[in-house]
């Protein structure tokens, strides 16, 4: 059961996050948040995975409301927290008919922290450059049961191990436009026989302010940005019991347009994630799409 | 008798009015009638060093006093999106002295707006515009009729 699952599974734990000072949806930016700033950022993610090519005719969704806090020790360093809340969902057909099965709860949360080492500020831009490291800890549980037994680890709404992430994050922003690009490694171990494969996350996002066209001459105006984002990422086998998991990994490119309402204390907004290249290994399960809507507050 | 005079910048009545209610009399109130006079003599009593010692305090308390800026403009670089000001105005609003801060955003400036009397260590300022998280640059005060205005030097 796990092998056929694991690779459209995939998807779930690229849901987390990023808690951005500003301003992409799905890619990080090396902006920060001011010392002693507080920035709140709640979202609602929901995936939707279909297309198997197996006759078990698996459908996939999973909701997960991340909410990731993120504090300004300086303005230089930010420590963050993201804590998830999963709803995984899978059915497929069997021959005693067709089957649910899933698990909802806390899932694992990721710390981490954000460090600017380089900035070149001029009037009205900024080129900023920043590492982060972080960890992502084994809090949500992996070992819920349904009426069949224990349900497969992927569906879990943990994954029971100790996984670090490092990255590298460059930005570009003006009062008219922003460019963002990350490259993230997260490294999953094993923990009860099963580790998620490694991923590495590469993405490039680019905003337009959309509105106002032209900024007023005094004052801090609120913005309407229009986003377009590449994410690309390539994802390991997963390990079940020491041997790799044929039917799981591979890569994926998506395409993620989406818009933003932004304000000096608020931000809303909201995106859609669509595949244009799902190279998946085996009988993974492709996304058909990920849709976010979000807020941010900051304190 | 009801006597109507001036007494401290109040009428004799309303002085007597406000003692009877137990209320502060006015040259505790800062109205000194001719207290001036008593200071003065007050004065010419102490030594002559304690007189230069006196002068010389006088001088300290009383220069940045009448030295004091209305506004301070602060040329901000890096600054390029409305969400990341706010951090701005947080570290800025709390500095003493400041009673106002208006973000220009599009050129670029910060007008601090100062109370009565009071003015801001430039060093105070570029620690508050850094700890936002942004370069500060040109910090230009402004005194009581400079007609000075920031949109003239920003871009």
Redesign the interface.
């Known amino acids: 059961m796990i092998r056929t699952l694991a690779a459209g599974l995939l998807a779930l734990v690229s849901l987390a996050p990023w808690p951005a000072?500003?301003?992409p949806i799905q890619t990080q930016t090396a902006?920060?948040?001011?010392?002693?700033?507080v920035i709140v950022r709640s979202q609602y993610r929901t995936l939707r995975a279909t297309g198997d090519p197996t006759a078990a005719d698996r459908e996939l969704r999973v909701r997960v409301v991340p909410t990731a806090i993120v504090y300004?020790l300086?303005?230089?360093l930010n420590l963050f927290a993201i804590v998830p809340y999963v709803d995984t969902e899978l059915r497929l057909d069997t021959p005693a008919g067709r089957l649910t099965r899933g698990a909802t709860g806390l899932g694992d949360v990721t710390t981490f922290a954000k460090g600017r080492v380089w900035?070149r500020?001029?009037?009205?831009?900024?080129r900023r450059f920043s590492l982060i490291g972080g960890l992502e800890w084994p809090t949500g549980d992996f070992h819920r049961t349904d009426a069949l037994g224990e349900i497969p680890r992927p569906l879990q709404p943990g994954s029971g191990s100790y996984d670090p992430l490092a990255g590298a994050i460059v930005t570009w922003?003006?009062?008219g436009w922003?460019v963002d690009a990350d490259a993230v490694y997260r490294h999953h171990t094993e923990r009860a026989g099963f580790a998620f494969g490694d991923t590495l996350d590469v993405d490039l996002a680019a905003q337009l302010r959309l509105r106002p066209r032209r900024?007023?001459?005094?004052?801090?105006?609120?913005?309407l940005n229009g986003v377009l984002e590449l994410g690309g990422r390539w994802a390991g086998k997963d390990a079940v019991d020491g041997r790799a998991d044929p039917d799981s990994g591979g890569h994926t490119l998506q395409l993620s347009p989406g818009i933003q309402w932004?304000?000096?204390?608020w931000?809303v907004e909201a995106g859609v994630q669509l595949p244009i290249v799902q190279n998946l290994n085996g009988d993974g399960l492709e996304t058909d799409y990920v849709i976010t809507s979000g807020v941010?507050w900051?304190y | 008798m009801h006597r109507v005079g001036r007494q401290g910048g109040l009428r004799v009545d309303e002085v007597n009015e406000r003692r009877s209610h137990g209320g502060p009399p006015p040259e505790v109130q800062g109205h000194q009638g001719c207290a001036w006079r008593d200071w003065l003599r007050a004065f010419a009593s102490v030594r002559a060093a304690s007189r230069r010692t006196i002068v010389l305090v006088l001088l300290l308390v009383a220069g940045p006093i009448f030295a004091a800026d209305t506004a301070i403009h602060v040329q901000v670089d890096g600054l390029a999106c409305p969400f990341c000001a706010y951090g701005l105005e947080k570290k800025l609003k709390p500095l003493p002295g400041v009673t106002a801060v208006r973000i220009d955003y599009q050129a670029g400036w910060v007008e601090l707006t100062l109370g009565d009397g009071t003015t801001l260590e430039e060093a105070t300022i570029r620690r508050a515009v850094r700890a936002a998280g942004f370069t500060p640059r040109a910090i230009h005060r402004v005194a009581p009729g400079d007609g000075y205005d920031p949109g003239e030097e920003g871009r």
């Open positions: 000072a500003a301003i902006l920060t948040a001011h010392e002693g700033g300004g300086t303005a230089r900035t500020d001029g009037p009205g831009w900024t922003q003006t009062l922003q900024l007023p001459a005094r004052g801090l105006p609120t913005y932004v304000g000096t204390r931000l941010r900051q």
